[in-house]
């Protein structure tokens, strides 16, 4: 899917419809640069994915001259990322968390993304006209983005994970067997999550913003150290939570246990590097923290079915994108 070249100069601003017409990789110089493929699933709602690399800190000027309303996944983020959009007379400024969502509206706004490090996104661009037959309470959506400017963050379900990792993981696949009626299901499934974490009865909205925000910077510290991940008492200690209330609201957040989440991203690290590096399996049990292959074999057949043996055999090394 990435085919057309799109190459700007630092800080010339971009276009936010020039920069979704097409799937895209743009380059600045060195080893700045980003890779963009667009997927139009039905008339006025795309998918977009979104893999940015920048070796120091980036500043991409960007201008939103769409009237979209985006519903964005973060799925890996290794450095830190940053939007500051130009509000009146002043910035405002949204820190990007790995592993989870938001909804943004911000039409004719302009600003820039900061960046340093990788980032993993998927997006889903709704066109505002589009967006009735898209949600039924549409209505009450615009509402909620015009009360927090533009701007609703931290959207998580474990569903909403896994379906952005699916659809992610095929749109960056250049041999892709998934027809088009699978991404237009996933799709669809992939807004409806988004949705279902806005409603009241989404165990979040029973945890104020502050220590939602000490959340999702304590699970992206955590799994930042897969090899060796510090301990719940640790994790308590050092973002001001008691143990049982760090427990009790890392699973209303990301529904699992701090134990499940590290087990589940392990093991999808490992099936990746099994599928896009040339790591052998020792190695790659070594890399996410397993010192025993036979305990790493038999979780990852619990979680995948399959021996990782059997994955690398069964399926031909394809280098990731890019």
Not at 9 to 18: A, D
Not at 26 to 48: V, Y
Not at 51 to 67: C, I, P, V
Request: proline content about 3%.
């Amino acid at each position: 899917m990435l085919s057309h070249e799109f190459i700007t100069t630092e800080n010339q601003p971009i276009l936010v419809t020039e920069l979704i017409k097409t799937s895209s990789s743009i380059t600045w110089s060195g080893k700045n640069h980003c890779q963009i493929a667009i997927l139009k699933l039905f008339d006025g709602i795309q998918l977009m994915y979104w893999y940015s690399q920048f070796a120091q800190e980036h500043d991409m000027q960007l201008e939103d001259d769409s009237d979209n309303i985006y519903f964005s996944f973060n799925l890996n983020l290794d450095g830190m990322a940053q939007c500051r959009f130009k509000q009146s007379n002043d910035y405002a400024e949204y820190d990007v968390f790995q592993g989870c969502g938001v909804i943004s509206y911000h039409p004719t706004h302009r600003g820039s993304y900061i960046q340093e490090g990788i980032l993993e996104n998927l997006t889903l661009i709704v066109d505002k006209t589009t967006l009735p037959e898209l949600i039924s309470n549409h209505e009450q959506l615009l509402s909620q983005l015009s009360t927090q400017e533009g701007y609703i963050a931290n959207l998580y379900l474990p569903e909403l994970y896994a379906t952005a990792r699916q659809l992610y993981d095929e749109m960056g696949t250049a041999d892709s067997i998934r027809n088009h009626l699978w991404f237009q299901g996933k799709g669809l499934v992939f807004a409806s999550l988004f949705m279902d974490c806005l409603s009241p009865q989404s165990n979040v909205h029973r945890i104020s913003m502050s220590d939602q925000c000490r959340l999702f910077t304590l699970k992206n510290d955590l799994l930042a150290n897969l090899s060796h991940p510090p301990t719940i008492a640790q994790l308590a200690k050092t973002y001001g939570f008691s143990a049982s209330t760090l427990t009790r609201n890392f699973r209303r957040v990301f529904g699992c246990s701090i134990h499940e989440m590290l087990q589940r991203e392990r093991m999808e690290i490992a099936h990746h590097k099994l599928l896009h590096s040339e790591a052998n399996v020792t190695q790659v049990a070594t890399e996410i923290g397993y010192s025993n292959i036979s305990h790493f074999s038999n979780a990852f057949r619990k979680h995948f079915g399959l021996l990782p043996g059997q994955v690398r055999r069964e399926h031909p090394i394809t280098k990731a994108a890019p």
